[in-house]
C-alpha cells in the first residue's frame, strides 16, 4: 500500500506538488493523468525515491522510499536512460543480474512482443525500439509495485497497442501499477482508478467507472473537458 | 469487442457475457477473470468487478479450485430480461424521438421479416 | 558490485585507450633525451605526468558523475536497488584503476629507457626518481574522492547546486589541511618506516600521515554514500 500525506515538493519559489494526500490500495491500475507540468513526473519520482518531498510524508508497505523499497518498486522513466555502447542483450543481461524479482519468462515473452533487436547496440535503436527496450527492463521484474511514467508519449500511435498490450498482460491482480500519461484514450480502460492532476494538486480521483457514470462521459472527455487540453 | 468508453466498462462486460450465455456462448464453465480480460483488452479488475455483481445477481457461482460455473437455470432466467431489456430501450429511445406507443405498435406490425 | 564496476569500466574504456596511449607516448617523446642526458630526463616525464593526473583526478573525479548526471543516465543506476556506497566505490574503484595503469606505465617506461639507453649506473638518481613517483602517487589516490564529495554534495540540494559544490571542495581542500597536523598526531603510535634503497637511496615513509588521510578519505567516501542515497534527480 502507498500511502502519501499532504506531499509538497518545491523547486526553489514553484510548487512542482502542492499538498497531495492520497491512498493507494494494493492491487489497484492507478491512471495519473494530467497536462505536461501538472506534476506526474514529480509524484512518480517522490514515490520512488528520486527525489524527496519538501514536506509531507510517502509510505510505501510502512517504509520510506529508498535503497529498501527499490528492491520491490520498478520505475519506468520517460527520458533516455540507457548506455548507448552496449547491446540490448547486454543491458538487459546486466540490469537483471540485480534484482531478486527478476522473470526470465517474462523477460523472454516481452522481447518478443515488443520487437526488440537483441544483438543491437543501443546506440543503434531508434528513439521508440529504446522505448521499449525500457520497458523489458521495467515490467520483466515481479516488483509488487510498477511506476510508469509517460510510457506511450513518444512513441508512434502503431506501436502503442502494442505497448499497451504488453503492460495489460504483464499485470497482475496482486500487482500495484501507477501510469502516468497525458494520452488519456488508448490507456483509459487500464484504469480501475484514475487520478487527474492540476498544477501539482488533485482535482478528481476516483474508479475510473464511477467517473463514467457520474459525468456521462469517457476518462479521456472528463480530462479533456475539466482540464482544458 | 468496441467498449464505449462513456458508460461504466464493467456494465458493458456483464452484458457482453450475459448475452453469450444467451446465446449459448457460455455453456457451463465462465472464462477465467484473466483470460476475458486479455481477450477484451481491458484491466482484469474491471472484469472481476462484473463476475461479482452477476455472482450477487445468482447468474455465475464460482467455487474454490473449481473455477467459475453458469449456475443452473441461468440461462433460462436470463433470456427473458434481456429481451424485456432490448424491447425497453427500443421503446424508450423512439418515445424520445416523440413518436407514440400506438405509433410504435404500428410501426412493429409492418415489419415484415 | 562485480557488475557494477564491470558497466563503470567498459563505459570509460574509450578514455581509458587514450590516456593510457597519451602516458606512453609523453614518455616516448622524451626517449631521445634520455640518450644524451639519462639523470634529468627521467624525471621530466614523470613530473609532468603527476602533475598531469593530480588536474586530471579533480577533474575525472567530478566528471564521472557530472556526465551520468547530464546524460540522465543516473535514472538506471539509482533504480537499482544498491546501497549508495556500492555505487560510489564502483566508479571510483574504475577510477584508481585508471591511475594505477597510468602511473605504472609512468614508472615502468622510464625504467625501460634508462636500462635501454646506456650503462650509466642508477646512483641516488633512481632512488630518488622512485620515490617522486610513490609520493606523487600517494597523492593521487589520496585526492580521489575530494571532488565526488563536492559534486555528490551538491546533487542533494535542489537548488544552488554549482555553489554549493564549489563551496564544498574548497571547504574540503581547507580543512583537510587544517585537519592532517593534528590527524597524524593521532596516529602516532603506528611507527613510521624507513626504505633502504640498494647503495645510496634512502627514506621514510610518513605512516601516521598516510593513516590520517586514510581516515579523511573513510570519512568522504561515507558522506558521498550517503549523498547519493539522498541525492535529487
Known amino acids: 500500500m502507498i500511502e502519501i500525506e499532504d506531499l509538497v515538493k518545491r523547486y526553489g519559489g514553484i510548487y512542482a506538488v502542492r499538498g497531495i494526500s492520497l491512498e493507494i490500495e494494493d492491487g489497484s491500475f492507478v491512471g495519473l493523468v494530467g497536462p505536461n507540468g501538472s506534476g506526474k513526473t514529480t509524484l512518480l519520482k517522490l514515490i520512488f525515491g528520486y527525489c524527496r518531498p519538501s514536506y509531507g510524508k510517502i509510505k510505501i508497505n510502512g517504509e520510506a522510499p529508498g535503497v529498501r523499497t527499490k528492491s520491490f518498486v520498478a520505475f519506468f522513466p520517460e527520458i533516455d536512460s540507457l548506455y548507448p555502447w552496449i547491446r540490448a542483450r547486454g543491458i538487459i543481461n546486466w540490469y537483471s543480474s540485480f534484482f531478486d524479482d527478476w522473470d526470465k519468462e517474462k523477460e523472454k515473452n516481452l522481447i518478443q512482443v515488443l520487437d526488440i533487436p537483441t544483438s543491437r547496440y543501443v546506440a543503434h535503436l531508434s528513439k521508440g525500439m529504446r522505448a521499449r527496450l525500457k520497458l523489458v527492463l521495467t515490467l520483466s521484474r515481479n516488483a509488487k509495485i510498477f511506476l510508469l511514467d509517460e510510457p506511450l508519449s513518444g512513441i508512434d500511435p502503431s506501436s502503442r497497442d502494442m505497448i499497451i498490450s504488453a503492460i495489460l498482460k504483464s499485470y497482475r491482480e496482486d500487482q500495484t501499477f501507477i501510469l502516468s500519461t497525458h494520452i488519456v484514450s488508448e490507456a483509459e480502460v487500464l484504469f480501475d482508478r484514475t487520478i487527474f492532476l492540476k498544477d501539482g494538486s488533485v482535482m478528481i480521483d476516483g474508479e475510473s467507472d464511477e467517473l463514467r457514470e457520474k459525468y456521462g462521459k469517457s476518462i479521456n472527455e472528463i480530462f479533456k473537458e475539466k482540464l482544458n487540453v | 469487442m468496441e467498449f464505449d468508453k462513456s458508460r461504466p466498462i464493467y456494465l458493458q462486460i456483464k452484458r457482453e457475457v450475459k448475452e453469450r450465455i444467451v446465446r449459448g456462448e457460455i455453456k457451463e464453465e465462465v472464462p477465467t477473470v484473466r483470460s476475458l480480460a486479455m481477450e477484451l483488452g481491458v484491466n482484469p479488475n474491471t472484469v472481476a468487478k462484473a463476475y461479482r455483481e452477476m455472482e450477487r445477481e445468482d447468474i455465475i457461482g464460482s467455487w474454490v479450485g473449481r473455477g467459475t460455473w453458469v449456475k443452473d437455470g441461468a440461462r433460462e432466467r436470463l433470456c427473458p430480461d434481456m429481451i424485456k431489456e432490448i424491447v425497453d430501450e427500443f421503446i424508450h429511445r423512439l418515445v424520445s424521438l416523440g413518436l407514440s406507443l400506438d405509433e410504435i405498435k404500428k410501426l412493429v406490425e409492418g415489419v415484415n421479416d | ?233
Open chain 3, 1 to 233: 558490485m562485480c557488475n557494477l564496476f564491470k558497466k563503470e569500466l567498459l563505459g570509460d574504456k574509450d578514455w581509458i585507450f587514450i590516456l593510457c596511449g597519451f602516458v606512453v607516448g609523453s614518455n616516448l617523446l622524451f626517449l631521445p633525451l634520455a640518450r644524451s642526458t639519462a639523470g634529468i630526463s627521467i624525471f621530466l616525464p614523470l613530473s609532468l605526468t603527476l602533475l598531469g593526473f593530480l588536474l586530471f583526478v579533480f577533474v575525472k573525479s567530478f566528471i564521472i558523475w557530472k556526465e551520468e548526471w547530464d546524460q540522465k543516465k543516473i535514472f538506471l543506476l539509482l533504480s537499482l536497488p544498491v546501497p549508495g556506497y556500492k555505487i560510489v566505490l564502483s566508479k571510483l574503484f574504475v577510477l584508481a584503476f585508471e591511475i594505477f595503469l597510468y602511473l605504472f606505465i609512468a614508472l615502468l617506461l622510464p625504467l625501460l629507457t634508462y636500462q635501454l639507453s646506456s650503462n650509466v649506473s642508477y646512483g641516488i638518481k633512481l632512488a630518488n626518481f622512485v620515490k617522486l613517483w610513490l609520493i606523487g602517487s600517494f597523492w593521487l589516490f589520496l585526492i580521489l574522492p575530494f571532488s565526488t564529495f563536492a559534486y555528490l554534495l551538491g546533487r542533494v540540494f535542489s537548488r544552488f547546486r554549482g555553489l554549493i559544490t564549489t563551496a564544498g571542495l574548497v571547504g574540503i581542500i581547507i580543512i583537510f589541511f587544517r585537519y592532517i597536523h593534528f590527524g597524524q598526531k593521532i596516529f602516532f603510535f603506528i611507527p613510521k618506516f624507513s626504505i633502504k634503497w640498494s647503495e645510496v637511496g634512502f627514506f621514510t615513509v610518513n605512516t601516521p600521515q598516510i593513516a590520517a588521510t586514510f581516515l579523511f578519505d573513510l570519512v568522504l567516501l561515507w558522506a558521498s554514500s550517503y549523498f547519493i542515497e539522498k541525492a535529487e534527480l
